[in-house]
């Protein structure tokens, strides 16, 4: 019997390989300039700042493709989150990862062709796409052009305010990305949720 499920449209899979690739020289790019005076940086500071103004906005450029992409197609679905019976839901989910999966229990919540995310999945990815993405995106343009910032925020430097929104979200995005990769790795085989983000199909 064929199981597999056409997930992952083309536009999707490109999507993601850029972001997966822009987040990772953001990453090295932030580090070289948040560690500037450390002798062995990973990217010289000169450097660092073109390359992580530039790919900030390519990764801004990528993420309006992205909220588009799910407005005008399908996709946008997946991502609704019915309030009703959610935090059951995510409390079955988290039990799963935490115990089930390792007593070879049969995942709460399998992927279809009408749910592609699991509801631990799905609410994570929201609040990382539509919350923390934006943020990121935001303080980041707003720290291009630090001159439109306002002095003081709260009784706080405007710009120290926006620098820290700015670097928190990308921690959080970082650690987001660190455990994406790795529950990638427990799908039917340690490589299959990466095949699938290479030919579509789950």
Known sequence: MNDKIYLYPVWVRLWHLFNALLFLVLIFSGLSLQYSGVPATLIPFKYAVSV????????????????????????????????????????????????????????????TADRKFNPLQKLSYVIVMYLFMPLLIISGVALLFPDYI???????????????IHISAGFILSMFMVVHIYLCTIGKTT???????INGWH
């Open 52 to 111: 992580h103004s530039i790919s900030g906005i390519v990764l801004t450029v990528n993420y309006i493709f992205y909220l588009f992409g799910n407005y005008f197609t399908s996709n946008g679905r997946y991502y609704k989150c019915p309030l009703h019976g959610m935090f059951n839901r995510i409390a079955k989910q988290f039990r799963y990862y935490s115990y089930g999966i390792f007593k070879n229990e049969a995942p709460p919540f399998p992927v």
């Open 150 to 164: 306002p002095t003081q925020i709260f009784s706080r430097s405007g710009i120290h305010l926006t620098d820290l």
């Open 191 to 197: 490589t299959s949720n990466f095949k699938s983000m």
